[in-house]
C-alpha cells in the first residue's frame, strides 16, 4: 500500500512570496490533515477535510493561509505571503474516516525556509 | 496555552531500560489520547492509543498508564533498545473529533 505522498520535499523562499505544497492521501482515505510543525514541537493541525468539505480550520490563519481539497483526494495548502515565523515542517496526514479515532497516516513533510 | 504537557522534554536510557515519559492536560472534552513515534525526516507514526475508560493499554513492550482523575498519562517502554531512539509525542482528541493537539515532544535516545 502506497503512503500519504508530499512534494516538495523541501523549499526556500523570501519572506513576501508565496508558496503550495501538495498531498496526496492513501487510496481510499477520506480524511486529509494538514500540520504545521515547527522545529522542536509538536505538530499543530492546522485543517482537516473530510473529502472535499472542510471538518475543521479554527487553527488555520486565513488571513495567508489556504487549503483546498477539490475532488476529494489530492490537497493543496498555500501560504500568500509567507512571514519569518512560517519556516516549519508542513504535514499531510490521512485516515479512513474523520474524527481522529482512526489511525492517521503522516507523509514525510515539506521543510519550509523562510527567508 | 500549551493544551497538552510532556515531560521531559529529553531522556537518555540505558539498553534494556525503562523509559517514562508523562503527560498531562486540563481539558476534560479530550477522550482519546494517542501516542506517537517520529523519527528524523519522517512524518509521526502512531504507536499506541488510550481511551479513559481504561486505566492501562499495552501493545508489546509499549504500555501507556491513564490516570482520569489526575487528568495524566503516560508512556511506559519496557526493554529499551537503540531502535527505539526517536522522538515521542502525546496527543490529546476531543469528544467532537476535530480538536487535535500535540505534546512538545521528547526525544529518547537508547544507549547501547
Known amino acids: 500500500e502506497a503512503g500519504v505522498a508530499q512534494s516538495p520535499r523541501y523549499k526556500i523562499i523570501e519572506k513576501r512570496q508565496s508558496v503550495a505544497f501538495w498531498c496526496n492521501p492513501i487510496?481510499?482515505?477520506?480524511?486529509l490533515y494538514w500540520y504545521q510543525q515547527i522545529l522542536g514541537q509538536g505538530p499543530k493541525l492546522l485543517i482537516q477535510f473530510q473529502n472535499n468539505g472542510v471538518v475543521d480550520d479554527s487553527q488555520l490563519p486565513k488571513d495567508r493561509f489556504s487549503a483546498e481539497r477539490l475532488k476529494g483526494v489530492d490537497s493543496t495548502l498555500k501560504i500568500q505571503p509567507a512571514k519569518l515565523e512560517d519556516s516549519a515542517v508542513y504535514l499531510c496526514?490521512?485516515?479512513?474516516?474523520?474524527?481522529?479515532?482512526?489511525?492517521?497516516?503522516f507523509g514525510p513533510g515539506t521543510r519550509l525556509t523562510v527567508l | 496555552q500549551q493544551q497538552v504537557k510532556q515531560s521531559p522534554q529529553s531522556l537518555i536510557v540505558q539498553k534494556g531500560g525503562i523509559s517514562i515519559i508523562n503527560c498531562a492536560y486540563e481539558?476534560?472534552?479530550?477522550?482519546?489520547f494517542p501516542w506517537y513515534q517520529q523519527f528524523p525526516g519522517k512524518g509521526p507514526a502512531l504507536l499506541i492509543a488510550?481511551?479513559?475508560?481504561?486505566s492501562e493499554k499495552k501493545e508489546g513492550r509499549f504500555t501507556i498508564s491513564f490516570n482520569k482523575s489526575a487528568k495524566q498519562f503516560s508512556l511506559h517502554i519496557m526493554d529499551s533498545q537503540p531502535g527505539d531512539s526517536a522522538t515521542y509525542f502525546c496527543?490529546?482528541?476531543?469528544?467532537?473529533?476535530?480538536?487535535?493537539?500535540f505534546g512538545t515532544g521528547t526525544s529518547l535516545t537508547v544507549i547501547p
Open positions: 488510550i481511551r479513559p475508560d481504561v
Open positions: 496527543a490529546a482528541i476531543s469528544n467532537t473529533g476535530n480538536q487535535f493537539y
Open positions: 496526514a490521512s485516515s479512513l474516516r474523520p474524527g481522529g479515532r482512526d489511525t492517521q497516516y
Open positions: 487510496s481510499g482515505h477520506a480524511t
Open positions: 481539558n476534560t472534552a479530550f477522550d482519546y
